[in-house]
């Protein structure tokens, strides 16, 4: 009944276009805000903080990195976890190499060094689609773990690839509790979910999704498609490097190769299938639902299981996730291929409506 | 007919194409002149979509020239076309199902916006101005085509005629010098076709485009064209005024068969 937005009329096209057009949503956008900045510090326990609110707003961002390219510009990619471990080695590398660089700098370089190495796994794109693409980016995946390990360079010497990060110092001060970190990743996830909403409304976001829907097409309206498809490659990339340096830096402290592994760019790429494919806030749903859903089902089976008097062990907990994710992502593929994000559109559609059938 | 033909635009000069041993134009030669309504008619696998194709660059002729206001065209690619104001729609629509009425005609003037993708992530300068200066651009053309009802619904969602109707916007919002439509009227009812001619015939004289134009529909040809060429099986078998290909003995026994 109060999602309406009857007595609300654009008069210019700026109002038409903005982000929200609507203005329960806008406040609905600032109220979630205040309570991700204020209310949560104040309430949340160190637990939340370091073990759910940081790793979700971390895997969030490499989400949304992931449906830039994939649910945007249509390019399928298995990379996600070794651009993300570009960033974690590139933010430490600047950090230990150059002299007195501020943190938020090596994020960024960071960022743009993830940028450049999916710049160069995304050239295939241009000759190949589909399987074949995800091929070409699972190389990336093996190519980039075995680089970090192979080169001792890269890990300033250390025994089987193991960085440990530098302390977080921003503007003479040092970050060190969960909160602080949790403040530190919310901003920066934030800061760049805004742009990526802004990059996939404006033309650059257009020319992506035409590239996605009829590359013929799109050529003869004359988009070009290696520059496209590249850039798409570079932001997403982009993204995925500077939460790859934040997984570093700001939830695990130190970090191994071969936690990037192919596991995590498949969870990655879970995340957006149920959350929403071509969805900026899919990324954010499904990086919620792939967290919470161990979690919670970590709690709900010994207490199913002691209901039915059925023998129990964590191994089965864990066989029962694997089984549980499987048959979700198969959900989704068949019943709702646009996930999470398109559920809650349809709600939202139901709800303007309401109670009226049209 | 009041309305002036200009000079020659685009000039094909025995054009050939094959595709490995399959030939499917030879030895073509026609030209399109400026402002007028060209017809390329015959029957199935004449190579009818081949010659558009051919025309905005999505395949190069092993054969023949082609010059653009008497030019001559060297290397081409697809998005070359798009810069020199060639437009067109495809037989089998080809909208982005994914995105609205409204960005798929947004996406027609997508050569036209100049703002890098820095300033589109910030919304910053020429991004935000350029972005309502060209919905600016594209209402009217939703106004022209009278699709105002539909303008925020996904393309998928609409039936075909519709859909042939947006395809078009897209084409027009890149206000072309030339227009190529590839079966615009094709699986519509009479109404539909009305409504498509109406629109292709407004196109022609209020904003003086060239039109080329593929279509099967014989009645509609025979009415809107200035000019018609008639292909079989990828050889030019006439060309000229409708009444002249009407009586053109190659193209009567092209359409009805030989030995009757």
């Known amino acids: ?10 008069t210019t096209y700026a109002a038409d276009q903005q982000v929200f057009p609507i203005r329960q949503d806008r406040i609905g956008v600032i109220a979630l805000l205040v309570v991700a900045f204020v ?19 971390i895997f969030a961002l490499a989400a949304l990195g992931l449906n830039v390219l994939t ?44 940028a450049g190495v999916g710049i160069l796994f995304g050239l295939p794109s241009l000759r190949i689609k589909g399987f074949y ?17 192979k080169f001792p360079w890269l890990s300033n010497n250390s025994s089987s690839g193991v960085i440990s990060t530098q302390r977080l110092i921003i503007f003479g001060y040092e970050l060190t509790t969960p909160v602080e970190k949790y403040l ?47 850039l798409a490659f570079a932001v997403s990339s982009f993204y995925c490097g500077v939460a790859g340096a934040l997984y570093a830096f700001c939830y695990l402290g130190s970090v191994e190769p071969d936690g990037f592994s192919l596991d995590m760019s498949f969870k990655i790429l879970f995340m957006i299938i149920i959350g929403g494919v071509g969805s900026i806030m899919g990324s954010f749903l499904g990086a919620a639902f792939i967290l919470l859903l161990p979690i919670f089902l970590d709690v709900a089976l010994p207490f199913v299981a002691e209901l039915f ?19 979700l992502i198969m959900f ?27 | 007919m009041s309305k002036k033909i200009g000079d020659v635009i685009l000039d094909l000069q025995n054009i050939s194409l094959r595709f ?101 992530a910030l919304w910053f300068g020429r991004a935000r101005k350029e972005e309502l200066e060209h919905r600016q651009k594209v209402e009217e053309v939703i106004d022209f085509l009278e699709i105002q009802h539909i303008r925020k619904t996904p393309v998928g969602r609409l039936p075909y005629g519709l859909q042939k109707r947006v395809e078009l916007g897209r084409a027009l919002a890149a206000e072309p010098s030339m227009l190529l439509l590839d079966e615009p009227m094709a699986g519509m009812n009479v109404e539909e076709k009305q409504d498509m001619c109406r629109f292709i015939l407004d196109v022609n004289d209020q904003f003086g485009t060239t039109i080329v134009l593929i279509e099967h529909d014989m009645g509609v040809v025979m009415d809107i064209s200035d000019r018609v060429v008639v292909l079989d099986y990828g050889k030019k078998i006439g060309d000229g005024v409708p009444d002249e290909v009407k009586n053109n003995e190659d193209v009567i026994k092209a359409y009805l068969g030989a030995g009757h």
């Open chain 2, 20 to 120: 490995g041993g399959v030939k499917a134009l030879t030895d073509i030669s026609f030209d399109v002149r400026q402002h007028e309504i060209r017809a390329i008619i015959g029957p199935n696998g004449a190579g009818k979509s081949s010659m558009l194709n051919v025309i905005n660059g999505v395949y190069h002729p092993q054969e023949g020239k082609i010059f653009w206001h008497g030019n001559e065209r060297k290397r081409m690619e697809p998005h070359m076309a798009a810069q020199q104001n060639i437009a067109r729609t495809f037989q089998n629509i080809a909208l982005f199902k994914g995105m609205s009425v409204l960005d798929n005609i947004m996406t027609g003037r997508i050569t036209k916006m100049k703002a890098n993708f820095i300033e589109h």
């Open chain 1, 184 to 230: 530190l990743v919310l901003s920066i996830v934030v800061v760049l979910a805004m742009a990526a909403k802004n990059l996939v409304r404006s033309a650059t976001g257009r020319a992506w999704m035409a590239v996605r829907d009829m590359d013929v097409a799109a050529s003869v309206i004359g988009i070009k498609l290696m520059p496209t498809k590249l």
């Open chain 1, 39 to 57: 209310g949560v510090p104040l309430f949340a326990s160190e637990y939340w903080f370091s073990a759910i609110l940081i790793p979700f707003l």
């Open chain 1, 309 to 327: 008097g059925l023998p129990f062990s964590s191994a089965t907990v864990s066989h029962i996730q694997i089984t549980v994710f499987g048959a």
């Open chain 1, 1 to 10: 009944m109060l999602y309406r937005e009857a007595g609300q009329f654009k």
């Open chain 1, 133 to 149: 693409l995800a091929v070409a980016t699972l190389a990336a995946q093996f190519f980039i773990v075995w680089c970090l390990t």
């Open chain 1, 71 to 114: 649910g945007y510009a249509g390019q399928l990619s298995l990379g996600s976890a070794a651009f993300m471990a570009v960033g974690a080695y590139a933010a430490y590398n600047f950090q230990l190499r150059v002299e007195g660089i501020p943190i938020l700098v090596s994020f960024i370089c960071a960022g743009l060094t993830a």
């Open chain 1, 332 to 358: 989704f593929l068949i019943v709702e291929p646009h996930g999470l994000a398109r559920l809650w559109q349809i709600a939202k559609e139901k709800l303007r409506l309401w109670p009226f059938p049209h």
